[in-house]
């Protein structure tokens, strides 16, 4: 089993920023992708970022130019700076992991999420 664990989020006010952090832990053999998803009140969740184990990071066109998705492959962890945030930007942060367990079976895990909420 893989297990998530985010933090970070928080109340701000537009215009600042927050880092979230998510860790991973348990029977890992390799994590591949490595991902944040949101979701906003009364609406779907969406895919925030996203970054592979090796290669380049993928941004929702609504984050583009003010979030950056970062990785720690040693710790399992996965980071993301939100600069310049908009009241838009509310809603809980989750992440989200494929992973390859200790058994060579693949796995896609969630986090609990946390909880960003941009004040006008």
């Known amino acids: 089993q893989v297990q998530l664990v985010e933090s970070g989020g928080g109340l701000v006010q537009a215009g600042g920023s927050l880092r979230l952090s998510c860790a991973a832990s348990?029977?890992?053999?390799?994590?591949?992708?490595m991902a944040w998803y949101r979701q906003a009140p009364g609406k779907q969740r969406e895919l925030v970022a996203t970054?592979?184990?090796?290669?380049?990071?993928n941004y929702a066109d609504s984050v583009k130019g003010r979030f950056t998705i970062s990785r720690d492959n040693a710790k399992n962890t996965v980071y993301l700076q939100m600069n310049s945030l908009k009241p838009e930007d509310t809603g809980v942060y989750y992440c989200?992991?494929?992973?390859?367990?200790?058994?060579?079976?693949?796995?896609?895990?969630w986090g609990q999420g946390t909880l960003v909420n941009v004040s006008s």
């Open positions: 348990g029977s890992i053999f390799k994590i591949n992708a």
């Open positions: 970054i592979p184990s090796g290669g380049s990071a």
């Open positions: 989200n992991a494929n992973s390859i367990s200790t058994l060579l079976i693949s796995m896609d895990t």
